[in-house]
Nanobody
C-alpha cells in the first residue's frame, strides 16, 4: 500500500519552531517531487514549499520564505519541513504530497500531485 505519513505537528508559541516529517511506505520517495501544503479552517489549501527529486531545487511561498526550509533524505525515504519563527497565521493542517517530476516551471514544482498524506495539525498560539 502506497502511503505518506506526516508527523511532527503540535502546539507551539509564536516565534517557536517545529520540524515536520513526511515518510513514505510502500514506495521510495527519491523519484518524486515532494510538496508541502497547508489548509487553515475556512480557507483554501495553499502550497507552502516543494523540493525536486534530487533536492537540488526548492520553492517557497512568499509567506514562509526565509522562515521555512524544506529538505529531503532519500536514504531515509523522508522529507522534512523545518519551520522557524512561527506565527499564528501558520496555524493549519499540513500535508505532504508526492508528484511525478515534470519538465515544467511551476510555483509548487509540478502542477499536480498523485499521493497525499493524512495531514498533521500545527497550532501556533500563546
Amino acid at each position: 500500500q502506497l502511503q505518506l505519513v506526516e508527523s511532527g505537528g503540535g502546539l507551539v508559541q509564536p516565534g517557536g519552531s517545529l520540524r515536520l516529517s513526511c515518510a513514505a511506505s510502500g514506495f521510495t520517495l527519491d523519484y518524486y517531487v515532494i510538496g508541502w501544503f497547508r489548509q487553515a479552517p475556512g480557507k483554501e489549501r495553499e502550497g507552502v514549499s516543494c523540493i525536486s527529486s534530487s533536492g537540488g531545487s526548492t520553492n517557497y511561498a512568499a509567506s514562509v520564505k526565509g522562515r521555512f526550509t524544506i529538505s529531503r533524505d532519500n536514504a531515509k525515504n523522508t522529507v522534512y519541513l523545518q519551520m522557524n519563527s512561527l506565527k499564528p497565521e501558520d496555524t493549519a493542517v499540513y500535508y505532504c504530497a508526492a508528484g511525478e517530476p515534470l519538465t515544467t516551471v511551476h510555483p509548487m514544482c509540478v502542477p499536480w500531485y498523485d499521493f497525499w498524506g493524512q495531514g498533521t495539525q500545527v497550532t501556533v498560539s500563546l
